[in-house]
């Protein structure tokens, strides 16, 4: 068994933050001192594991990078439900996002890593945004789209509805669900010029969410 698939089943069956690099030589049935002439600590070995799998997020954003001039909406849209299929299909990359969502800690030893998730996070909203700003130029959007609460609503959308799906691979089907929300978001985006947007909340409004339940917040704010 190699060192990775070795830290790959450890990290997932304990958690990368009680799995020493002991224990991840006796399960590789290596030395101790044959990991650190590959990896000089944990964070490394944790993060040459995460580059071996492409994330599902980091895969659709891989898809969209050359936006054609005629079709960014489109290529998002497929680009997002290949991040659904690849969870689903996918052993590795299944195995390696459940312990980069689930099974981290970023205490001192894995600063790195959690560098390293921020900067995926980042680049995958620069380009979810990118794409947003490309439609309203091409006329696909209305020019009110605010385009990083857009690209950050929708990222969240996605990344939650795969944690969801680890967590319980039989509550959903993962790719039908995916596909009508992705659909049903980039529509209420398009949408938004013929409708109208949302009225701020009134003062009102915001203590009600502050100091009330939340079921009778909702309907207080949703009184005109």
Known sequence: MSILDAAEILFQRRGVSRTSLQDIAQQAQV???????????????????????????????????????????????????????????????????????????????????????????????????RGLKEAVTLGQLPPTVRTRMAALALMSLVDGLIQNWILDPTAFDLMEIGQGTVEAFLNSLQATGQTGQLPPLSDAARAALGSAPVCMAVKTAAIP
């Open 31 to 129: 030395t101790r001192g044959a990991i650190y002439w590959h990896f000089k600590d944990k964070a490394e070995l944790f993060n040459a594991m995460m580059e071996r799998a492409t994330m599902p997020l980091e895969q659709a954003m891989e898809s969209t990078q050359l936006y054609t001039q005629d079709r960014p909406l489109e290529q998002m849209r497929w680009g997002l439900l290949n991040a659904f299929h690849s969870t689903v299909h996918n052993e590795r990359t299944r195995r390696v996002f459940e312990i980069a969502m689930h099974r981290v800690e970023y205490v001192e030893e894995l600063l790195a890593v959690r560098d390293r998730h921020l900067a995926v996070r980042n680049h995958g909203l620069d380009e979810l945004e």
